[in-house]
C-alpha cells in the first residue's frame, strides 16, 4: 500500500516536494519513484535502499533529490528548478531488493500524482 501526495501546478524553475508513505510495514525494500508523461512511457526517476543508496535518472541529476524517513517507511522526492518535460505523472514504488535494480520493474505501485510545470 503506497499512497504518494504533494503533487500540483508550478512554474518553472520552481520547486515541490512528493511524499509517499508505505503502510504495510515493509520498510526496508527500494523505494522510488517513476513518472509518465502524455503520450510517453513510464520511465524511471530516482529511488532509494534502505540503507540510503541512491540512483537517479539523468534527466533529473542534480535537481531532484530523493530521501526516506525508515522509521515511518516514508519517501520523499525533491524537486528543484523543475522543467515543463517534467509534466508528469508520477508514481511512488517499491521494489523488494536492497539494491535498485533497473533491470526489473517495481513490484508495488502506488497511484500517481500528477505534477504540472508551466513555462
Known amino acids: 500500500q503506497l499512497q504518494a501526495s504533494g503533487g500540483g501546478l508550478v512554474q518553472a524553475g520552481g520547486s515541490l516536494r512528493l511524499s509517499c508513505v508505505r503502510s504495510?510495514?515493509?520498510?526496508?525494500?527500494?523505494m522510488g519513484w517513476f513518472r509518465q508523461a502524455p503520450g510517453k512511457e513510464r520511465e524511471f526517476v530516482a529511488a532509494?535502499?534502505?540503507?540510503?543508496?541512491?540512483n537517479y535518472a539523468d534527466s533529473v541529476k542534480g535537481r531532484f533529490t530523493i530521501s526516506r524517513v525508515n522509521g515511518d517507511s516514508t519517501v520523499y522526492l525533491q524537486m528543484n528548478a523543475l522543467k515543463p518535460e517534467d509534466t508528469a505523472i508520477y508514481y511512488c514504488?517499491?521494489?523488494?531488493?536492497?539494491?535498485?535494480?533497473?533491470?526489473?520493474?517495481?513490484?508495488?505501485w502506488g497511484q500517481g500524482t500528477l505534477v504540472t510545470v508551466s513555462s
Open positions: 514504488a517499491a521494489q523488494k531488493a536492497q539494491y535498485y535494480n533497473g533491470d526489473r520493474l517495481p513490484d508495488y
Open positions: 532509494i535502499s534502505w540503507r540510503g543508496n541512491r
Open positions: 504495510d510495514g515493509y520498510s526496508t525494500h527500494v
